[in-house]
T-cell receptor, first 111, second 115 residues
């Protein structure tokens, strides 16, 4: 059975801090790993990673994949209160029709 | 272009009643996926449908739960004889084609509370 594990489960920081969220996976026929941001409503897509060592960047957010060690990290620099959310990591299974999600990391950024 | 529309946003049912959750996919999307999010947990896959077909229901409980995606109208997730453990957020996602997880768009979810 495919498995995705995120850590930490929750994190509280102050504005301006840099955070690193972790995601490890055990997926048969791995093809990609996705990151989402969820703010009490619909998860919104952040990144899809398919290749090791290639950083994807969007503003203050960046993510990288290590296919040898089977993990990914999501970095957020200069955090803002608007970054407070649950960050979800997911991987599609062999059939492609289902995503296996981690439990999420609840990030709280205090002013 | 409206996103994935789910309704109702909140639904309260007494134990033993039926719950019907609706999902209208994005225009042009013919693939629909339902996920359930229990409190303090990640999303868990339930079922994947295309128009008039259930493709993968391996995540659906064997009893009381059913899903459909008719030729016309929204996809429906139906829970019969609800129990307290069914209380959760139910999310629908749609995509334009199979095997394109980066193309998933999620709806805002239906929060079901069973009292």
């Amino acid at each position: 059975e495919d498995k995705v594990v995120q850590s930490p489960l929750s994190l509280v920081v102050h504005e301006g801090d840099t955070v690193t969220l972790n995601c490890s996976y055990e997926v048969t026929n791995f093809r990609s790993l996705l990151w989402y941001k969820q703010e009490k409503k619909a998860p919104t897509f952040l990144f899809m990673l398919t290749s090791s060592g290639i950083e994807k960047k969007s503003g203050r957010l960046s993510s990288i994949l290590d296919k040898k060690e089977l993990f990914s990290i999501l970095n957020i620099t200069a955090t803002q209160t608007g970054d407070s959310a649950v960050y979800l990591c997911a991987a599609p299974g062999t059939s492609g029709s289902r995503l296996t999600f981690g439990e999420g990391t609840q990030l709280t950024v205090n002013p | 272009n409206a996103g994935v529309m789910q309704n109702p946003r909140h639904l309260v049912r007494r134990r033993g009643q039926e719950a019907r959750l609706r999902c209208s996919p994005m225009k042009g999307h013919s693939h629909v996926y339902w996920y359930r999010q229990l409190p303090e947990e990640g999303l868990k896959f339930m079922v994947y449908l295309q128009k008039e077909n259930i493709i993968d229901e391996s995540g659906m409980p064997k009893e009381r739960f059913s899903a459909e995606f008719p030729k016309e109208g929204p996809s429906i997730l139906r829970i019969q004889q609800v129990v307290r453990g069914d209380s959760a957020a139910y999310f629908c996602a749609s995509s334009p084609q199979f095997d394109s997880p980066e193309g998933y768009t999620f709806g805002s979810g239906t929060r079901l509370t069973v009292v």
